[in-house]
Structure formats: structure tokens, C-alpha cells
């Protein structure tokens, strides 16, 4: 197989396969999330659940100053990562322009100088946490093997993708089959591992706060 045959192929076939596991595999984690259900709760209601819901969705966006102050580096960290991957994802303009192949929508995009640095300092970022969980032995303790493939699947695109755009080592249609290759990686293993925490994240603060709103609880 030819470096054209190879992007052709990651492209198209190998881009297909990745975007039914991806879009099926979410799906399914969702309709089993929802059929455990929710017993009847057959107590007076205290307050209200939608309200108290959104509450609990804001407010444990934003962590209190003893919670900062504790683990200051794993929020700052954090934020900094999950910000800039997703601008690296939905503001580096040839990703709109995949995004308008599949949805038919398009946005404007950032100037490429500035997605440039964000993906240097989400790398670093990254590489910093990974760093920062082995040399801390309670979270080293906690550590498994879905967390380092979580971490592997996740740094790759940012780091072939980087690669590419500078066509570092190698031809281009290479580095950007691997690029597009380590994102449909990415794709399979979403919906099977704690990435799926994407969707579920607010889903779980808004139930959380509901429960909460219920029984008359500050969440």
C-alpha cells in the first residue's frame, strides 16, 4: 500500500468504521445509563429538581477555594487541557471543514498561529498531569491501564497532528494519515472507556442536583 492508498484509505473506509463504533457505541452507553432507572419517589417534593439541577451543574464547574487551594495543579491543569483540546478540535479551521463534510455546519475559525500554541501548551499540559500522577503516590495507587490508554489516545492526535501541520520527519500524506488515524483511535475507544465522561458529565451533575433539589438540599 502506497502513502496515498494509506490516506485514502484512513480518509474514507478506515474514517467510516471509526464514526459507526463512535456514534453507536455512545448511543448504547446512553440508552444502558438510562435503563437503570430511577425508582419512585413517592415523598413530598421540597424544591425544585430542574432548578436545583442547573444549579449543580454550574456550581461544580467551579471549584471552591479550598478545593483550589488543595489541588490547585490538578484543576488549573485540567481546565487548561479540556479547553484547549476542544478549541484544537472545533477551531483549527481544516477540522470546520471536516465537521462541514459530515454536519453541513460550519463556524469561523481560529487564526492558525494561535491553534498552533494552544496545541503546544495542551501537550504540555497533558505530559504535566500524566507527570504529576506518578510522582503523587496516593493518585500513582489509582492509576490502571484504562487511565493510561485514556491518556495515550487523547495526546496522540495533538502530537500527530502538530507533527503534520509541520511535516516534521517525514512526507505529508503520511504524517496526516497518521494524524487522522490516531483520531479515529480515538473515535473506537470513546465510547468503551472514561472518555464517554463527555457525555455523561453534565448528565450526572444535573441528576446529582435534582435529587438534591428534591429533598430540599443544597447540592
Not at 123 to 135: C, E, N, T, V
Not at 165 to 192: D, K
Request: hydrophobic share 55%; charged share 15%; with cysteine.
Amino acid at each position: 500500500m502506497t502513502e496515498i492508498e494509506f490516506l485514502n484509505w484512513v480518509r474514507g473506509t478506515g474514517f467510516q468504521i471509526a464514526i459507526i463504533i463512535f456514534v453507536a457505541g455512545v448511543i448504547i452507553r446512553i440508552i444502558e445509563i438510562m435503563m437503570l432507572g430511577r425508582k419512585p419517589n413517592l415523598a413530598e417534593a421540597k424544591g425544585s429538581e430542574m432548578r436545583s439541577g442547573l444549579h449543580t451543574i454550574v456550581s461544580r464547574s467551579i471549584p471552591d477555594k479550598s478545593t483550589f487551594q488543595r489541588s490547585t495543579f490538578t484543576i488549573v491543569s485540567g481546565y487548561v487541557f479540556h479547553i484547549g483540546l476542544f478549541m484544537c478540535i472545533f477551531f483549527f479551521a481544516p477540522h470546520i471543514l471536516v465537521f462541514k463534510d459530515v454536519t453541513g455546519l460550519s463556524w469561523p475559525s481560529l487564526p492558525t498561529p494561535v491553534i498552533d500554541a494552544i496545541t503546544v501548551v495542551t501537550i504540555i499540559s497533558l505530559a504535566a498531569i500524566l507527570l504529576h500522577r506518578y510522582r503523587n503516590c496516593v493518585l500513582k495507587y489509582l492509576t490502571n491501564a484504562e487511565d493510561i490508554l485514556v491518556w495515550i489516545v487523547t495526546i496522540l492526535p495533538l502530537i500527530t497532528g502538530y507533527i503534520a501541520f509541520h511535516r516534521i520527519g517525514t512526507t505529508a500524506p503520511f504524517l496526516i494519515a497518521l494524524h487522522i488515524l490516531s483520531v479515529e483511535l480515538l473515535l473506537i475507544v470513546f465510547p468503551f472507556t472514561k472518555l464517554m465522561h463527555a457525555f455523561t458529565l453534565f448528565l450526572a451533575r444535573w441528576y446529582n442536583g435534582a435529587i438534591s433539589g428534591f429533598r430540599g438540599v443544597e447540592s
